[in-house]
């Protein structure tokens, strides 16, 4: 998404780019692959964060004007607390509603988010924030639903001055949507809008190193994964679109003397699974507060049916990992799934995802991001999603607030 969103903005003003991307396929963690008939997520769960109204939702419909349709989610959340039927609210204070007694609305509002105003500063963990104030364990829950389904973190993972920017432009921006047809119909406008201008996108072509020439770097040499031939490209300015610690491998094997600082990545885990009915009745996104793994579901075929076969349903969770046992991790997320759904059979899983390592939910945590610019080489930049500015906007609104960042730095130095 960071190397897509990139070079779309830099040709629509007349900029030439190569976009070299090793996978056989563009997209990355934003796009599917068919499977048995269903969109099988290469990580995004075919969702937009904020819909029209972020900053991917203004970049690829206003400032693109690719031809997507983006419905907004029916409802923000529904909560699923046990033996109570799901509470849904479609606005943001309707949360409110997740809480039956009036006492711990009362304290939500003012002893919470009340006190989080001006948390720009705070670094303590958001747990320590809310120990600080509360002992009421269901409080303690609902926050960490909230960070585990959209973070994939836990609240002591992240700090109070993040999660305060993070519930900000969820109050500013609203519910999420769902591109129709799901995240690759995406990536393919982007790549259709690119391949409209003379720019080149090259699958199977590994960035391997930088040469560069005292502090500018000069060219990128490339390998084709199929043949293993080499070739360099040369151009004013690179965009690296990776983690950082494989940013750092090609730093190393260009024998740079500088690295990026390392930063914890987010890991995380997910279920798809095919149904004849809808499980969760309502778009948006259904949050289980009580769950230890599985924090929470979506059905986007809701919105998007074209993303299973006819008369289906695809139903996709994310689970946190509490140990370095994933399997064992996996297993416990299954059991707890199937207690939350009974009506969901085993033999209807469709996939199991991982993502740790080097395909993470985010290489670096929410409010860790490294900047987008290189303090050593002036044309050197980052993008995606290690890189989304510290500005509160989550997943891939992080990532095309940061391009735009990166674009309009590069536009400037080429007037100049
Ligand atoms: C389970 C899960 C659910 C999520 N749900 C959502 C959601 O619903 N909505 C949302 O907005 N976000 C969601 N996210 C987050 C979102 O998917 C990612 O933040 C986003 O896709 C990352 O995009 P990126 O461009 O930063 O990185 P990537 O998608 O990883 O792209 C980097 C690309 O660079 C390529 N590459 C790496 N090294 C090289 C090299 N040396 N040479 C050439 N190419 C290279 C990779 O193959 C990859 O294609 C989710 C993530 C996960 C894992």
């Known amino acids: 998404m960071g190397g897509l969103l990139s070079a779309a903005l830099l040709a629509k003003q007349g900029q030439n780019c190569f976009l070299a ?171 259709n809008n690119i391949q409209e201008s003379p720019s080149v996108l090259q699958r199977n072509c590994e960035l391997k190193k930088l040469e560069i020439d005292g502090s500018f770097i000069e060219s990128a040499v490339c390998q084709n994964t199929s043949t293993n031939e080499e070739f360099n490209i040369c151009a004013k300015q690179f965009i690296l679109n990776m983690g950082h610690s494989q940013v750092n491998q090609v730093l190393s094997n260009s024998h740079l003397p500088y690295r990026l600082p390392s930063a914890p990545i987010a890991a995380g885990g997910g279920f798809a699974y095919r149904s004849t009915t809808s499980i969760l009745e309502s778009s ?60 969901l059979k085993e033999e209807d899983e469709l996939c199991i995802h991982t993502f740790h390592k080097d395909w993470p939910v985010n290489y670096s945590r929410q409010g860790e991001d490294l900047s987008n610019f290189s303090s050593v080489i002036p044309n050197l930049f980052f993008v995606g999603d290690s890189y989304k500015g510290n500005s509160g906007w989550m997943m891939t609104e992080g990532i095309a607030y940061g391009v735009k960042r990166v674009i309009k730095r590069i536009l400037n130095q080429n007037n100049n």
């Not at 949050?287 to 929470?296: A, D």
């Not at 399997?327 to 009506?343: G, I, K, M, N, S």
């Open 21 to 191: 991307e090793k996978l056989p396929f563009f997209g990355g963690r934003f796009t599917s692959i068919r499977h048995q008939g269903f969109e099988i997520p290469t990580g995004a769960v075919h969702m937009i964060p904020h819909a029209h109204k972020g900053p991917l939702g203004n970049l690829l419909l206003q400032n693109l004007n690719l031809n997507l349709e983006v419905h907004t989610t029916e409802n923000f959340t529904s909560w699923y607390w046990p033996s109570r039927t799901p509470i849904r609210h479609r606005r943001f204070w309707g949360v409110l509603k997740a809480f039956p007694k009036m006492r711990q609305r009362i304290s939500l509002v003012r002893k919470l988010l009340w006190g989080l105003r001006g948390a720009e500063q705070h670094s303590e963990s958001f747990r320590e924030f809310l120990q600080a104030r509360t002992g009421d364990p269901q409080i303690f829950k609902f926050f960490n639903a909230i960070t585990g389904f959209a973070l994939s973190l836990d609240i002591s993972q992240i700090s109070t001055a993040s999660m305060y920017r993070v519930l900000k432009r969820l109050h500013e921006k609203g519910r999420p949507g769902v591109p129709v047809g799901g995240c690759k119909t995406v990536i393919t406008a982007l790549v």
């Open 284 to 343: 948006g996104i259904a949050l289980f507060p009580e769950n230890e793994y599985v924090k929470g579901a979506v059905e986007p075929t809701i919105t998007s049916p074209n993303l299973a076969p006819p008369d289906e349903h695809l139903f996709i969770t994310h689970q946190v990992f509490h140990s370095n046992n994933i399997v064992r991790d996996t297993r416990h997320a299954r059991d707890e799934l199937l207690a939350t759904f009974p009506q």
